[in-house]
């Protein structure tokens, strides 16, 4: 089935700078690939997903891009304030009707 | 307001006990799915409904058990707990319009942390 890889596991920066979470998936069928937040102590929320075909998505500070050659697909933060701090999971849609998700980045932004 | 509940949020239980944790959405969403989320491994899938009489496995099944009798509700059922089932819970439903499936925003309930003891 579906495997999805994520990295780094956590990462730290410096307010202003960019952040940037990679993952990768096996299964080249997957078509939806979205990114979830989590506060801590809160429920996941969608910040950001592209389909196949696409190659990036932008939205305000965040993009995401994908490489549908070499299975990848990467979260892109740039001018990172503190209140970015979170938990990021990304997940691939390996069949219609399921969502394998990465085991998460955890993102610490020093003031 | 759009929202997807979860009922009880806290539960501390022992071995053996059968326990139900309920779900619920006022999104008239067609797809529910349960995950469990465990420290270094991220969300998941325990089961997921694409409709009403309709469930399926995810990838982790094993000591669950659901149901989907009325469209809102997707109830999470542990016939005989374990310590390893020991977790926080998610449930999440999303609309199945257009690309269908999961391939749409899921909202997430806020969660259930079950200690079985």
């Known amino acids: 089935g579906e495997n999805v890889e994520q990295h780094p596991s956590t990462l730290s920066v410096q307010e202003g700078d960019s952040a940037v979470i990679k993952c990768t998936y096996s299964?080249?069928?997957?078509?939806?690939f979205p990114w979830y937040k989590q506060e801590l102590g809160k429920r996941p929320q969608l910040i950001i997903d592209?389909?196949?075909?696409?190659g990036e998505k932008k939205d305000q500070r965040i993009a995401v891009t994908l490489n549908k050659t070499a299975k990848h697909f990467s979260l892109h933060i740039t001018e990172t304030q503190p209140e970015d701090s979170a938990v990021y999971f990304c997940?691939?849609?390996?069949?219609?009707?399921?969502?394998?998700f990465g085991t998460g980045t955890r993102l610490l932004v020093s003031p | 307001e759009a929202q997807v509940t979860q009922n009880p949020r806290y539960l501390i239980t022992v071995t053996g006990k059968k326990l139900t944790v309920t779900c619920s959405q006022n999104?008239?969403?067609?797809?529910m799915s349960w995950y469990r989320q465990d420290p270094g491994l991220g969300l998941r899938q325990i089961y997921y409904?694409?409709?009403?009489?309709?469930?399926d496995k995810g990838d982790v099944p094993e000591g669950y058990k659901v149901s989907r009798k009325e469209k809102r509700n997707f109830p999470l059922i542990l016939e005989s707990p374990s310590p390893n089932q020991t977790s926080l819970y998610f449930c999440?439903?999303?609309?199945?319009?257009?690309?269908?499936?999961?391939?749409?925003?899921?909202?997430f309930g806020p969660g259930t942390r079950l200690t079985v003891l």
């Open positions: 592209i389909r196949s075909n696409v």
């Open positions: 299964d080249s069928a997957s078509n939806y």
């Open positions: 997940a691939a849609s390996h069949r219609f009707q399921k969502l394998v």
């Open positions: 999440a439903s999303s609309s199945i319009a257009g690309t269908g499936g999961p391939n749409n925003e899921q909202f």
């Open positions: 409904s694409m409709n009403v009489e309709v469930t």
């Open positions: 999104m008239n969403h067609e797809y």
